[in-house]
Structure formats: structure tokens, C-alpha cells
């Protein structure tokens, strides 16, 4: 019998975000995918995610849940977990989410894992597939009977397409307490950065120690910036101070999933590739021929990425005036 399986699909400017569309489609893979969707744009969003995996929606358009910090979905979504009991609740992890499942957690003693990379069931077991330390891979599950959480790594699936399927839509009439209306939302701000952001970007042109110091780093950026992409890191150096962590790409970092991720000076150290080996077109820059990110490349330059990179900006450039 097939399990059922609830995403809680978060609302971006009046649309499902992307991070949770990823979640569903992975749902619907595993099972009977079923959507939880709130606040103001909830009615406008639900009809859609049936084309992205959903097979039913449980919809409630209030804006208090715009409003008000996380308590008042957590009070919605304990109750509809009281009456349905589903296998499993699975969120994508941003930080509104990853408090929800914590209270969830605490609330109905549900057990929560979390940096889930994969998962499958064997059986009546999950077995979720977890990075742990350094380069260690662990599997890990439920102990109990009941609905377990789930926190899925950013871009660790893709947006699948469900042509055809028309979700059903359930409307919800909860009371929605006072007491969890403490939390106001009072204001909203939007940090206006350039180029697209380094989840989104189809094209990352990274840096690893190989670029020799953090002036070097600039060469990456500008080839980024020619391919109408966006620049990566290594955790080597973040850490050494070059550049902020949110460049940073790997098991510690960010986990991307481009069309094409350019890899300059990197050796492909087992916790960076974990971050980026689900990369569609992998081409790989190293002076040493013997690094392991040539074993996930599909195409090698064996060279200096200090001397290639300018060379290959100029060349982007100059096709691109054409």
C-alpha cells in the first residue's frame, strides 16, 4: 500500500517556492504525495501543485499566517496531524521551515532527522541517506511507529513535472489561537544582490586553493559573470578567509545543481563533490592530473587555471559579440 506523505510548501511573491516544489516532486516518487499550503496566496497556489507531484492540497488562505511567525501553521499542522497520520512530513530546510519541524518535533514527539540527501523506503522502513562528519555517509530512521519529519538539503532533488495530474482541494476552517499570534512580523526587507543567487544560478564557476591567493579569486568572478553565471568556493578557502561562507559549495556548504559547474584549481575533495557531482556538465580546471574532481568531470583541462581562465573569459567574450 502506497504511504502517504505531506509537504508543507512555502509561498514566495505569491507563488510555491522552488525549494519546496523539489521536496514534492521526491514525495510523489515515494508515495502518495499530499500538499499543506497557508496564508494569504494559499487559494491562488494550491491548483498548481498537482503538475509538480500533489495528489491532494489541504488549503487554508488566512494572512495571519503571513503575519505571524511560524505558531500558527505549527498549530494548524498538529491538529490535521492528529486526524490523518500520515507517514511522513517532509520539508525543504530554510529557516521558517526548519523551525516549524523543530516545534512539530517538540509538540508531538514525531522524531526529526535532518540534512536528508535521499530517501527511500524498505519496505515499512525509511531509510533516509544523511552526510555525517567529514566524509562519512550515514542511513539513518524512525525508531517509532507514527509520523516522522524529515529537513531535505536544498537542490538534493530536482522539480519534477506531473503533466496532467489535478490535485484535490481540501479547504481548512481552523480556530487559529491567540496565543500563538506573539510572533509579529514587522517588517520585510529584500537585499538586493547581482547576478543570479548561487542555488538558482543554471551556470557556478568555482574557486579552490589552486587560484594560489585570495586576489586570484576575481578571475573566477569574472568568468562567472561573462557566462551570465554565478561564483563558488571551496570550503578551504572560506575558511582561509578569501571570501564570505555563502560562497561556500560542498557537504558544509551549499548543494547546487547547475547546467554547467566549472571547477578552477579545485581538487575535488569528497565533501565538495557532495555539494556539486549532481551537476549536469562538470568541466574541470587543475594543473594536477591526478586530481580526483577529473573522476567526476566531463571534460578535463589539465593546466593552470591562473593562465586558462583569462584566456577563456576573453574567448566567452568575444563569441558573445558575435
Not at 524512525?142 to 529537513?151: A, D, K, S
Not at 520585510?188 to 548561487?198: W, Y
Not at 586553493?209 to 572560506?238: P, W, Y
Amino acid at each position: 500500500m502506497s504511504k502517504t506523505i505531506w509537504v508543507l510548501v512555502e509561498i514566495e511573491n505569491g507563488k510555491a517556492a522552488r525549494s519546496s516544489l523539489e521536496v514534492l516532486g521526491k514525495a510523489a516518487q515515494l508515495g502518495r504525495a499530499e500538499a499543506i499550503v497557508l496564508g494569504s496566496s494559499a487559494a491562488e497556489v494550491a491548483p498548481t501543485l498537482g503538475e509538480f507531484g500533489a495528489e491532494k492540497v489541504y488549503v487554508h488562505a488566512d494572512v495571519i499566517y503571513d503575519n505571524y511567525l511560524t505558531l500558527p501553521a505549527v498549530d494548524t499542522i498538529s491538529d490535521l496531524l492528529k486526524q490523518h497520520q500520515p507517514a511522513l512530513l517532509m520539508l525543504a530546510t530554510t529557516y521558517d521551515l526548519r523551525d516549524i519541524a523543530a516545534r512539530l518535533n517538540a509538540r508531538n514527539t514525531m522524531g526529526l532527522i535532518t540534512d536528508a540527501t535521499d530517501l527511500a523506503f524498505a519496505g515499512d522502513t525509511l531509510q533516509v541517506t544523511v552526510p555525517w562528519g567529514g566524509e562519512n555517509v550515514v542511513t539513518a530512521n524512525h525508531p517509532q511507529q507514527g509520523t516522522g519529519i524529515v529537513l531535505t538539503r536544498p537542490k538534493a532533488f530536482g522539480v519534477e513535472n506531473f503533466a496532467g495530474r489535478n490535485a484535490e482541494i481540501e479547504t481548512l476552517s481552523p480556530s487559529l489561537n491567540a496565543e500563538s499570534q506573539k510572533i509579529k512580523i514587522l517588517d520585510r526587507v529584500d537585499v538586493p544582490s547581482e547576478g543570479p543567487a548561487l542555488e538558482d544560478a543554471s551556470v557556478i564557476v568555482s574557486g579552490g586553493r589552486g587560484l594560489g591567493k585570495a586576489d586570484n579569486f576575481h578571475l573566477v568572478e569574472e568568468l562567472a559573470t561573462s557566462l551570465g553565471g554565478a561564483a563558488g568556493a571551496t570550503r578551504a578557502i572560506v575558511d582561509a578567509g578569501w571570501l564570505p561562507y555563502s560562497y561556500q559549495i560542498g557537504q558544509t556548504g551549499k548543494t547546487v545543481k547547475p547546467t554547467l559547474y566549472v571547477a578552477c584549481g579545485i581538487s575535488g575533495a569528497i565533501q565538495h563533490l557532495a555539494g556539486m557531482k549532481g551537476s549536469k556538465y562538470i568541466i574541470a580546471i587543475n594543473k594536477d592530473e591526478h586530481a580526483p574532481i577529473f573522476s567526476v568531470a566531463d571534460l578535463g583541462v589539465i593546466g593552470d587555471a591562473i593562465t586558462i581562465l583569462p584566456q577563456l573569459t576573453q574567448e566567452v567574450k568575444r563569441r558573445k559579440a558575435h
